[in-house]
């Protein structure tokens, strides 16, 4: 065992999108920065913003219905919706900027347009779906949605899901072509390509033990390498947690005030894909349903058209399920060594006040394969069981914290920074709407963790991200402009579907 100690601006722990977001900004905003990354796997991108590993869906908000509540009165909130697509729209402008600026090629690799439909049986659900649609589809984010309870214009839209349908309920469906498919683990592999080619050092198979405050206001992390065992201390100005399901257990390391009463419940996940491309061939959507009554909004079903290792294909799910992991990679004991005295309470408190979601994810896990086959039936009736497998998807860790509306022991679904007081050390906890966000999360760290700076960096960022500030729904001409130039740059307009 060795010990060597080095010195660095910025230290990134795991090779994730977020990690991944976060270096390429700081190295365009801050070229000189002497960044350093460690990774305990041996590539990026291969956990949660793995391409199997989640749905790849580019959370626009406009497939998702758990993004459009309905109010007690009936009418439908589309608050959430605006911002999560308001969101979406940061990433594509940054990385259209990496596109142009050369930064990244072939935008294909890791995006591509597909329509986004969402699809419902039954009086009340056909009901909610038809009120949805007149709330979005005025609006200026939402434009070309289309409507359809026709059963002939269905057969056009979603043949597989048609074929042979026999219930006499009605059904409906919205389409909107303006959506994504993102390979997140591709854009991943491709930003670390590139940060390395500009000198930021990544270390693969080094796992990050701890985290401590130096008495010169420094942050220690050792790091272990996996294969040889030999440990290492680096010291940084400023580190971020970027290890996914492991970010929570790290930040508890680090012992900042901010750390305490958290808490991390593990969600883990199936899809079903199918192995046969006849079959994969008779769609062409990403083909959203409605969640089941305690399910939650994570597992909302959908079908969809991906484009993985430059193939076609076609993944069903995610169904949910319960594993202590916190990582695909993890330990099943990662729930129970994330129980502290800080976090007991909060943890119990939650374990009483989601007894139902307890209940919906154990079904789940026993779930066989006929009944698995049997929920996707209900999207493509006439399923075989021979053309469809089972892959295991990401882990995804729910933040659990005491917050005022929800008492103590909150699950909270979407994603969170936390950091210290000074900045010198920030976080990244929860999933959702996960790596379509990137950018939006990771422009708030940067702002929050280096406020001083952000006068110096301001004109840097509008050049990237020119609506960064800017409501898009408060201005419909920049967002119709941004939403133009982005297409064309990342090719989602058709003009290059044939390369
Ligand atoms: C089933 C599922 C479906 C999803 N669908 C979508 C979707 O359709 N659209 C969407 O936008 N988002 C989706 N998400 C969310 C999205 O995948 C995540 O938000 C995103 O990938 C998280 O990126 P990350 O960089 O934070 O974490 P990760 O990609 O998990 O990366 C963290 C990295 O840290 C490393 N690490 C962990 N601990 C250590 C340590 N101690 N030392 C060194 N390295 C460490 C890990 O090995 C890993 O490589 C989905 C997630 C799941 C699980």
């Given at each position: 065992m060795s010990s060597n100690q080095t010195n660095t601006d910025v230290i990134l722990i795991g090779a994730g999108v977020m990690s991944a977001t976060l270096g390429t900004l700081l190295k365009e905003l801050a070229p000189d920065w002497k960044i350093k990354v460690f990774e305990k796997l041996a590539n990026a991108g291969q956990e949660s913003s793995n391409e199997w590993n989640n749905a790849g869906t580019g959370h626009s908000a406009l497939c998702e219905l758990n993004y459009t509540p309905e109010k007690p009165d009936g009418s439908i909130d589309i608050t959430k919706a605006i911002n999560v697509n308001e969101k979406f729209q940061l990433s594509r402008q940054f990385w259209s900027y990496l596109v142009k600026s050369g930064?990244?090629?072939?935008p294909r690799d890791f995006i591509r347009p597909i329509p986004h439909m969402s699809f419902v049986e039954g009086e009340t659900n056909t009901a909610f779906l038809k009120k949805r649609f007149h709330a979005l589809s005025n609006h200026p984010l939402f434009q070309g949605m289309q409507f359809s309870d026709d059963p002939e214009q269905l057969k056009k839209w979603i043949p597989l899901i048609m074929d042979g349908r026999t219930s006499s309920e009605p059904i409906a469906a919205t389409k909107i072509d303006s959506g994504t498919d993102v390979n997140f683990g591709a854009l991943t592999r491709m930003l670390f390509d590139h940060l390395k080619q500009n000198n930021v050092e990544i270390t693969y198979k080094t796992r990050v033990e701890k985290i401590k405050r130096t008495s010169d206001g420094l942050w220690k992390v050792t790091v272990q390498d996996i294969e040889s065992g030999t440990i290492e201390d680096h010291k940084a100005k400023f580190v971020f947690i970027g290890a996914g399901g492991g970010s929570l257990s790290l930040l508890q390391k680090t012992g900042i005030p901010e750390s305490k009463h958290i808490g991390g419940f593990p969600v883990s996940g199936l899809f079903m894909v199918c192995h046969n491309p006849e079959v994969a061939a008779q769609h062409h959507a990403k083909v959203y349903g409605k969640a089941k009554i305690g399910a939650p909004p994570m597992s909302v079903p959908h079908l969809d058209t991906r484009y993985i290792e430059g193939k076609q294909t076609l993944l069903f799910g995610p169904f949910a399920g319960f594993s202590p992991k916190f990582l695909k990679s993890g330990s099943h004991l990662d729930l129970i060594s994330s129980i502290n005295p800080n976090n007991i309470l909060t943890m119990l408190a939650a374990g009483v006040k989601q007894r139902v979601l307890t209940k919906y994810l154990i079904q789940q896990v026993l779930l066989s394969n006929d009944q698995r086959m049997e929920a996707l039936r209900e999207f493509i009736p006439k399923a075989k069981s021979e053309d469809w497998d089972i892959v295991v998807a990401g882990q995804r860790v729910q933040v659990i914290k005491d917050t005022d509306a929800g008492g103590r022991g909150t699950l909270q679904f979407g994603t969170e920074v936390v950091r210290s007081a000074d900045g010198s050390i920030a976080a990244l906890l929860g999933a959702s709407p996960g790596a379509s966000t990137a950018v939006h999360v990771m422009l708030e760290v940067v702002q929050k963790c280096f406020p001083d700076q952000m006068n110096e960096w301001e004109p840097k960022i509008k050049e990237m991200i020119p609506s960064h500030g800017v409501s898009l729904a408060e201005n419909p001409e920049l967002f119709q402009e941004i939403h133009t130039s982005t297409a064309q740059t990342l090719g989602l307009d058709g003009s290059d579907s044939d390369k």
């Open positions: 930064q990244l090629h072939n």
